[in-house]
């Protein structure tokens, strides 16, 4: 899960980690209103997570999106959503959509690897 090559600079590990991340800050603190305070360096940096602890981290993170997502309405689908301030404003469904595509591509690595590194 943290073994990288040559020609891979993020272990699976790491992108796990990224996703977490991720899911926490734009989903738990900005629809959510969590307290969460993202630190993106640490996603790439830390290593040799124990595979328990990745996997509570996980857990924790599904049932913070579950617990969010479903309590939107329609009417919250269609307010502004900015991820960044001066960035351009979007519906928060439209960022949704946005969103998927960006976790799919991080899990298309994840999986990729794992079959690179597998051979």
Same mark, same amino acid.
């Given at each position: 899960m943290w073994k990288t090559e040559k020609n891979i600079s993020n272990s699976a590990g790491n992108l796990c980690l990224?996703?977490?991340g991720n899911l926490n800050h734009f989903i738990g603190a900005?629809?959510?209103n969590t307290d969460y305070i993202r630190q993106r360096d640490l996603e790439? *940096?830390?290593k040799n997570i124990p595979r328990n602890e990745l996997i509570e981290k996980i857990q924790a993170t599904a049932v913070m999106v579950d617990r969010i997502l479903s309590t939107l309405t329609e009417a919250s689908l269609k307010n502004e959503y *900015?991820?960044?301030p001066g960035e351009e404003k979007i519906s928060t469904i439209h960022f949704l959509i946005h969103y998927i595509a960006h976790l799919d591509y991080h899990l298309g690595q994840i999986n990729y690897y794992r079959r690179l590194l597998d051979n």
């Open positions: 990224h996703l977490i900005q629809l959510g790439f *940096s830390l *900015s991820r960044a």
